[in-house]
C-alpha cells in the first residue's frame, strides 16, 4: 500500500500546526515559514496528497484511502506533538522526502 498521501498529510498537518502561535516553538526552527506561508503550505499539502491517493487507488477508493491515511498521520502527529513538538515539526521535512523518494520508485 502505498504511503505517500499519508506522509504528506503528516507534513500538512504540520505546516497547518505552524499557524497557531502555541505550536510555534520559542527559538525557531531552521527555515520555518511564517504563518501565512505556513498556512497556504498546508492546504496545497493536503490538496497534492488527496491528488496523490486519487492517482495511485483511482477516484473511488482513493478518496477512502485519503481519508484513512490522514487519520492515521492526524494521530500521529498530534500524539509527537504532544510528547516532542520540536521533533514533531521537524519530521515534516524528512517525510516528505521519504514521500518524494516512494514516489520515484
Sequence with gaps: MPLEPGLIGYAAFASLALVIKKHRPAPP??????????????????IVSAINAMLRFGPAIGVVAWIGQLCIAGAVFVL??????????????????????????
Excluded at 526552527?29 to 493536503?46: C, E, I, N
Design 29 to 46: 526552527l531552521p527555515a520555518m515559514p511564517s504563518p501565512q506561508v505556513a498556512r497556504v503550505m498546508g492546504w496545497m499539502l493536503l
Design 80 to 105: 509527537c506533538l504532544a510528547w516532542q513538538p520540536r521533533m514533531a515539526l521537524a519530521a515534516a521535512i524528512p517525510a516528505l522526502v521519504l514521500a518524494a523518494g516512494l514516489s520515484l520508485a
